[in-house]
C-alpha cells in the first residue's frame, strides 16, 4: 500500500508539473468578435486546468490598442481576474521590431530599444491609469535572441536597459528568449541568468514548435539554464515555410526537461479548451503574429 501511494504521489506531482500553470495569451484583432459568453466559458476553463497566471503578449501592437481601456480586450481580462486568474500584461509592440533589429548595427540597435523601451513605459503608464486592472508583472513583447545579441557589446547594452525599466516598473519585469544556436549553450545559459539577477523573470522558448534548431541542440540549451530562468513550452506546430506568414496547428506540448524551472505554455489558442479562439481567427481568416 505504501509503494502504491508513493506511485500515486509521483503520478500526481508529474500532472502538476505538466499542468498550464501560465499560459500565454496573444492577442489578435481578430479576437475582437467573440463574445463575452466566449471569453467567460475560456477563463473558467482555463482556470479548471490549473493555470493561475495569463501571460499577456500585448496589450498594443503598432496602431492597434484592442478597444482601449473599454475595449474587448480590456474586459475580457476582466473576466479572467474575476475568475482567480493573475494577469502580466504586456506592452508596447513594434510590428517592424524583427525587420528593424536585422537592419541595425549595435549603435542603432541601442537607440532603438530605447525609444521602444520608453514607449513601453508610456504603455505601462497609461494601463495603469485607465485599464485598472491588478497587475503581478508587465511583460516586454520584444523577444530576444543569440543571434542579434550576439556580440558581448550588446548585451551589456541590453543589461543596462532593461535593468533600469525594470527599477522603473511597480510589479516585475517579464521577458522571453529563444537560441539561434549563436552563443554556446553555457555561455547563454549565463547570459540569461545575469538578466535573471537583477529581478527580470526571463523565459526560455523551448523551440519545439519553430522547429528552429534539432532537439539536441535545443536540450543541450536547456540543460544549462539556471533553474530561475523559466521555460516556455510551445503547443503548436509551426507549418508555414520561411519567409510566409506564421501559420501553425496546435500540439501537445513537450514536458519540461527540468523540474527546476518555472513553466509556461504558449497559447491559449493552441490548447483544446481555447480552440474557439482559433477557429474565431480562421473564420476571420486572420494571420497569427508571427511570435518569433
Same mark, same amino acid.
Given at each position: 500500500m505504501r509503494r502504491f501511494l508513493l506511485a500515486v504521489g509521483l503520478l500526481l506531482s508529474a500532472a502538476m508539473a505538466c499542468a498550464d500553470q501560465r499560459i500565454f495569451y496573444q492577442p489578435l484583432n481578430a479576437d475582437a468578435s467573440l463574445s463575452q459568453a466566449q471569453w467567460q466559458r475560456i477563463w473558467q476553463d482555463t482556470a479548471k486546468q490549473g493555470t493561475h497566471t495569463v501571460i499577456v503578449q500585448w496589450t498594443a501592437y503598432g496602431d492597434s490598442d484592442f478597444g482601449g481601456a473599454q475595449g474587448w480586450l480590456a474586459n475580457s481580462l476582466k473576466l479572467a481576474q474575476a475568475q482567480g486568474l493573475k494577469l502580466v500584461l504586456g506592452l508596447r509592440m513594434d510590428p517592424a521590431y524583427?525587420?528593424?533589429?536585422?537592419?541595425?548595427?549595435?549603435? #542603432?540597435?541601442?537607440?532603438?530599444?530605447?525609444?521602444?523601451? #520608453?514607449?513601453?513605459? +508610456?504603455?505601462?503608464?497609461?494601463?495603469?491609469?485607465?485599464?485598472?486592472?491588478?497587475?503581478?508583472?508587465?511583460?516586454?513583447?520584444?523577444?530576444?535572441?543569440?543571434?542579434?545579441?550576439?556580440?558581448?557589446?550588446?548585451?551589456?547594452?541590453?543589461?543596462?536597459?532593461?535593468?533600469?525599466?525594470? +527599477?522603473?516598473?511597480?510589479?516585475?519585469?517579464?521577458?522571453?528568449?529563444?537560441?539561434? #544556436?549563436?552563443?554556446?549553450?553555457?555561455?547563454?545559459?549565463?547570459?540569461? #541568468?545575469?538578466?535573471?539577477?537583477?529581478?527580470?523573470?526571463?523565459?526560455?522558448?523551448?523551440?519545439?514548435?519553430?522547429?528552429?534548431?534539432?532537439?539536441l541542440v535545443q536540450r543541450s540549451y536547456a540543460d544549462a539554464l539556471p533553474c530561475s530562468i523559466g521555460i516556455v513550452r510551445e503547443a503548436f506546430r509551426q507549418v508555414s515555410a520561411v519567409g510566409q506568414p506564421f501559420r501553425a496547428q496546435p500540439a501537445t506540448p513537450q514536458m519540461s526537461a527540468s523540474g527546476c524551472h518555472p513553466t509556461a505554455v504558449f497559447s491559449l489558442r493552441y490548447r483544446p479548451w481555447g480552440q474557439v479562439i482559433l477557429n474565431n481567427q480562421h473564420n476571420n481568416k486572420g494571420n497569427d503574429v508571427q511570435n518569433h
Open positions: 524583427y525587420q528593424r533589429i536585422d537592419e541595425l548595427d549595435s549603435a #542603432g540597435l541601442a537607440s532603438y530599444w530605447q525609444a521602444q523601451l #520608453g514607449q513601453s513605459l +508610456a504603455q505601462q503608464k497609461a494601463l495603469r491609469k485607465d485599464w485598472k486592472l491588478p497587475v503581478s508583472g508587465w511583460y516586454l513583447p520584444m523577444e530576444l535572441d543569440d543571434l542579434h545579441f550576439l556580440p558581448v557589446d550588446r548585451r551589456q547594452t541590453l543589461h543596462r536597459q532593461l535593468k533600469d525599466l525594470a +527599477a522603473k516598473l511597480d510589479a516585475p519585469l517579464h521577458v522571453s528568449v529563444f537560441s539561434a #544556436g549563436k552563443l554556446a549553450p553555457l555561455v547563454n545559459g549565463q547570459w540569461l #541568468g545575469e538578466l535573471a539577477s537583477v529581478g527580470i523573470q526571463v523565459w526560455w522558448q523551448d523551440g519545439a514548435g519553430t522547429g528552429r534548431l534539432p532537439s
